[in-house]
């Protein structure tokens, strides 16, 4: 089994399943790339820039050469998943529709391979060597017998001299046997004033007998249907039709096999293409997935990240790419918040609402987006590859298996520090916020003493303060409340309803991080929060007395 | 006279609506496939699909069987293809999924048998006929569903084949009583109106609209419950001396409006969206409008020709001459049909 970067939930957590997941991959080759994604460890950072180059080289050309990308495109959208029936081919007997769908995909093929080799960017540059495609035209040709590039197909006259002989002469019969019938008609007609149906049927009530009798004594027709209204009367097939029908038979059998046997030469035709034609479909999805890298990193105004050797995380100016969708739905914008993490441990710190967890999520999120080769949602972004990376957060309680809250995290915590190695990215949202904070700072404390001796980058949120005492702890701190105007606020805040009120938090809040030096004082907003969110007052003034 | 071109003329694509099950629908599109290519008219045949279980056990025998010449264009099941003793060129394997697979837009290369079958809904169903228009076809043959009520609705096509046959009852004379008073729904009188179309639009499309005079301007007032049983007694209540009209948004049952005070049928004039919401039966229709009940539609429905099938299967049948003649009698200004004859 490959290794593992990150656990699920992990990857969930920091949003890089809503990442992959609003990436638009168009062809069932780039779904099949994004189900067994990779990402890059440390030892590989020449594959990742490879990687990267590729998506700028897709991101640069796709914002020049958008007629070219678009045909690109719609090519991919006309590709189905066809890689079973390819393998089919070697052996079984393909049935008409499966060779169509073969002769489709392959027309798309041909028609991408022409279009990336002929590509030529403004500057000359070319398609990655990695994306072009192996040549099938040989194998469209044996397809396509009248060389008209029409996506149709049949089993054309031209596969067999025996099939164009066969239906030739079936044909001709289905004449002759429909000229003999209407000599038969006319016959009938002028001689004995008979008129047939075109189906060489004549209906006669039973009310008019001498017709009746008339009828029977007629001995080219027959008597085929009878109810207690009338009798139904057909054209009696002279012993020539017969033979001819019987003959008929004989040819549809013989036609039946000529298919059976045009189909499976065409079948062994495209089980000699078995490679290629796989080697394209596995090309195809991975230029389909790197383009999708590249839409999205246009869409979302994502940089490509510089990978270096040092263990460390540095972003400048970085947007947590699902909570900034999520804004703009609401039509705000996401303010950008900058981290520097080096090995070691670094402490987020601040007022409630400040965006400390998000901060901790975007560290994750740049961090997995980075080492599975996509560009990363920030102004500038270094970093250098972790062997594990690991978030815990939110409320792990299962009720299933008996754990409160504070068990839950302790029993992940364990895990994690199982699964740690050297080079591991460690980042913990408000350890034992659960518990007494007397208890809970303690440990705080201890797990902070035990991860600065190990080679880990780890980055905690907390309200514990004296976490960050311990010497060689980094303290980042929210700016918060602190530099906003509170007259103003409270003027805002007086005629505001509930949803406005959270509005207004996010307004005066001021998300950004900043280095503190030495034992940090931490601001206390957590009253005032509660107070603009609309606690009552008697319970506010009363709490302020009691600090 | 070539009846299609002249179909053709005006409508793009016809459905074939059987009246019931058995009377005599595949034999009426055999009847038009053979009467197209005797006019040398390039058509497209395909079928208003039915999806789910319990159709699909049905529609294993009810798939219609049809002879189709070269040049045709058809739509049909993968399954199905494989099944075909036509020689069917693949044109496009298109989106619309049916248990037997995704729908092929074939070309007949060598004319045979094949079954046919369409996407079951209605959307997808406009996309491929305009797709067959496209690719040359000058009209489309439908084979509509046997359940008349849903299919036969306007927006399916541009014009309706009725079939019906001896399978409605043993009474003669009650066949050709219910397909005129079918006929007769069909054809209904479309609101002509501009401004009374635009009042209905513009209000909820689930809701009843009762729409009054006052001042000679037309004002509409939605209620707020949708057409039930218990609808009626509301309905009577509601409809004042200045309600001219009354648009019902589901079904017009004799349930609707039994409760209503019979004098307010003279004063008002019930719209509906289509004639196919209509289930009612001939009787009490014709009673209904011995008392001045009025019904206009938005959208009606336009018949074409009357297809006639003298033989029930369950053994019985009337005359053939005398079945047509009855029905040309009832219905003088449709073409009527003997597909049997």
């Given at each position: 089994m490959a290794q593992r970067l990150a656990n699920v939930k992990t990857r969930n957590q920091a949003g890089f399943d809503f990442v992959v997941s609003s990436l638009n991959i168009l062809t069932p080759f780039g779904e099949a790339v994004k189900k067994n994604l990779q990402a890059f460890f440390p030892g590989e950072e020449g594959l990742l820039e490879e990687e990267l180059d590729r998506v700028a080289f897709l991101k640069k050309s796709r914002e020049k050469e958008k007629t070219f990308w678009d045909s690109v495109e719609m090519t991919f959208m006309e590709m189905k998943e066809s890689s079973f029936t390819i393998r089919r081919a070697k052996k079984d007997v393909l049935t008409v529709v499966e060779i169509f769908e073969l002769k489709q995909l392959i027309l798309a093929m041909e028609f991408l391979r022409n279009a990336l080799e002929g590509y030529r960017g403004q500057d000359g540059e070319r398609i990655p060597d990695v994306f072009l495609l192996d040549s099938l035209a040989e194998i469209l040709m044996e397809l396509d017998p009248r060389n008209e590039g029409l996506k149709t197909f049949y089993l054309y006259d031209e596969f067999s001299a025996l099939l164009t002989s066969l239906r030739e002469e079936k044909r001709q019969l289905e004449l002759s046997i429909r000229k003999e019938r209407k000599i038969l008609v006319k016959k009938l007609k002028d001689e004995k004033g008979i008129t047939l149906t075109p189906r060489y049927e004549c209906i006669i009530s039973k009310s008019d007998q001498p017709r009746i009798s008339e009828m029977e004594c007629t001995p080219e027709i027959c008597r085929m249907d009878e109810d207690y209204m009338s009798v139904t009367y057909e054209l009696k097939d002279t012993e020539a039709i017969n033979k001819m029908i019987q003959q008929m038979d004989r040819i549809d059998q013989a036609l039946d096999e000529e298919e059976l046997k045009v189909r499976e030469s065409l079948s062994r035709a495209i089980g000699e293409y078995e490679k290629p034609l796989l080697d394209n479909c596995e090309r195809i999805g991975l230029l389909d997935f790197t383009y999708a890298k590249a839409v999205m990193a246009i869409r979302r105004n994502l940089v490509k990240p510089e990978i270096i050797k040092d263990h460390l995380v540095e972003i400048e100016e970085g947007r947590h790419i699902e909570v900034e969708s999520l804004l703009e739905k609401k039509g705000q914008s996401y303010r950008p918040v900058s981290l520097y993490l080096k090995q070691g441990v670094t402490c987020i710190t601040g007022a409630?609402?400040?965006?400390k967890t998000v901060s901790l999520k975007l560290a994750g999120l740049v961090a997995l987006m980075a080492q599975y080769g996509f560009f990363v949602p920030a102004k500038m972004v270094k970093v250098g590859l972790s062997q594990h990376i690991q978030m815990l957060i939110g409320d792990t309680q299962s009720l299933e298996r008996g754990l409160s809250s504070f068990g839950g995290e302790m029993e992940e915590l364990r895990e994690a520090l199982d699964l740690s190695k050297p080079r591991t990215l460690l980042l913990i949202d408000e350890l034992a916020s659960g518990t007494n904070p007397k208890e809970g700072t303690a440990l705080s404390k201890a797990l902070v003493s035990y991860l600065m001796k190990k080679q880990y980058i780890s980055l905690f949120t907390t309200h514990?303060?004296?976490?960050?005492?311990?010497?060689g702890v980094v303290n980042l701190q929210v700016t918060g409340l602190v530099n906003a105007d509170f007259d103003k606020l409270k003027r805002e805040l007086k005629y505001a309803n509930r949803k406005e009120r959270i509005q207004l938090v996010a307004k005066y809040m001021d998300y950004r991080l900043m280095v503190v030096e030495g034992q940090g004082d931490v601001p206390k907003e957590a009253i005032r929060i509660a107070e603009i969110l609309g606690l009552y007052d008697e319970i506010i003034s009363s709490a302020k007395e009691y600090l | 006279m070539d009846l299609l071109k002249g179909f053709a003329d005006n409508y793009k694509t016809i459905s074939i609506v059987g009246m019931a099950k058995n009377s005599g629908k595949t034999t009426a599109l055999n009847f038009f496939i053979e009467e197209a290519m005797d006019e040398g008219l390039t058509i497209g045949v395909t079928s208003t699909g039915r999806d789910g279980e319990t159709t699909d056990l049905v529609t294993q025998t009810e798939k219609p069987r049809v002879y189709l010449y070269t040049g045709t264009l058809v739509s049909l099941p993968t399954k199905l293809y494989e099944m075909a003793d036509a020689g069917l060129e693949i044109l496009e394997m298109t989106n619309y999924r049916t248990p037997l697979g995704p729908i092929l837009l074939c070309k007949v290369v060598e004319s045979g048998n094949v079954q046919i079958a369409g996407p079951a809904n209605t959307k997808d169903h406009k996309e491929l006929c305009e797709k067959m228009l496209n690719l040359g076809a000058k009209l489309i043959l439908i084979d509509g569903a046997i359940d008349r009520k849903s299919i036969a609705a306007p927006e399916t096509s541009d014009g309706v084949i009725l079939a019906t046959g001896a399978?409605?009852?043993?009474?003669l004379k009650k066949v050709v009583e219910e397909t005129a008073h079918i006929v007769g729904l069909y054809g209904l009188p479309e609101v002509a109106e501009k401004a009374l179309r635009e009042l209905i639009g513009a209000s909820s499309p689930k809701s009843i609209v009762l729409i009054d005079e006052k001042e000679a301007e037309l004002v509409a007032r939605a209620l707020?419950?949708?057409?039930?049983?218990?609808a009626s007694r509301v309905l009577d209540d509601e409809i004042t001396e200045d309600t001219r009209f009354v648009y019902l948004p589901g079904a017009l049952t004799s349930g609707v409006i039994e409760d209503i005070y019979p004098d307010k049928f003279k004063q008002v004039v019930f719209l509906l969206k289509d004639p196919t919401k209509i289930f009612i039966q001939s009787q009490h229709w014709q009673q209904l409008r011995k008392k001045g009940f009025k019904v206009k539609v938005l959208e009606n429905i336009k018949i074409l020709a009357i297809t006639v099938n003298p033989t029930a299967p369950s053994g019985y049948a009337f005359g053939h001459e005398e079945f047509s003649a009855a029905m040309k009698g009832a219905l003088p200004d449709l073409p009527i049909i003997d597909v049997r004859s």
């Open positions: 409630n609402m400040g965006g514990f303060d004296s976490v960050t005492e311990i010497p | 399978v409605l009852s043993r009474s707020d419950l949708k057409t039930g049983l218990t």
